[in-house]
């Protein structure tokens, strides 16, 4: 059964303390690896696709990874805007098989 | 461009009542889907549209109804509500019928059912 799993649930960081959010993933046939970024009483947005493994995107001071069972979303010197709620979804092989993980809450303090 | 918009924001329903949940976007896609999501599981698929005319159910589609008469609507209904559908339901659409591209999220309503 394809399955996302995300590590840790919930994650307090301190205004420039790097670190890195965990998505863990068992889907056939792999056509996509999203991450989106969703804060309280919104809808999720849109952040990074990655498609193979050994790929890398950035965007601010996020820079999302991809091995051929895990992404990682390593976030760089944080400031408080980035706390959210930080999702991922694997795409399988099968039509309408995205499957989305639960998430990671991310708090930064100031 | 407004993207997706969701009405209503919050809603509260009785048990047996019935209400249709509206979902509209302006970015002419032809991907338009419902998902609920639920504390500790991940969003989960309701249904779905490739395109005016098209539906199919997703991974959770009991007690739900869809229908696609334009490609810029894409309304929810439920038929007779029941306290496990106490959720927030996120209409999301894509460019692309092969769900491979970005999904682009509404707000959400949130539902309570007693």
């Known amino acids: 059964e394809d399955q996302v799993t995300q590590s840790p649930e919930a994650l307090r960081l301190q205004e420039g303390e790097s670190s890195s959010l965990n998505c863990s993933y068992t889907v056939s046939g792999l056509r996509g690896l999203f991450w989106y970024r969703q804060d309280p009483g919104k809808g999720p947005e849109f952040l990074f696709t990655l498609y193979s493994a050994g790929e890398e995107k950035e965007k601010e001071r996020l820079k999302a990874t991809l091995t051929k069972k895990e992404s990682f979303l390593h976030i760089t010197a944080p400031k408080p805007e980035d706390s959210a709620t930080y999702l991922c979804?694997?795409?399988?092989?099968?039509?309408?098989?995205?499957?989305f993980g639960t998430g990671t809450r991310l708090l930064v303090s100031p | 461009n407004a993207g997706v918009t969701q009405t209503p924001k919050f809603q509260v329903l009785k048990t047996g009542q019935s209400m249709t949940l509206q979902c509209a976007q302006d970015m002419n896609h032809e991907y338009m889907s419902w998902y609920r999501q639920d504390p500790g599981m991940g969003l989960r698929l309701i249904h779905y549209?490739?395109?005016?005319?098209?539906?199919d159910q997703g991974e959770v589609p009991n007690g739900y109804n869809v229908s696609r008469s334009t490609t810029e609507d894409f309304p929810l209904r439920l038929l007779s509500a029941a306290p496990s559908q106490t959720s927030v339901y996120f209409c999301?659409?894509?460019?692309?019928?092969?769900?491979?591209?970005?999904?682009?999220f509404g707000n959400g309503t949130r539902l309570t059912v007693t």
């Open positions: 979804a694997a795409l399988g092989g099968g039509f309408q098989k995205l499957v």
């Open positions: 999301a659409s894509s460019p692309s019928g092969s769900n491979n591209s970005p999904l682009h």
């Open positions: 549209s490739v395109g005016a005319g098209i539906t």
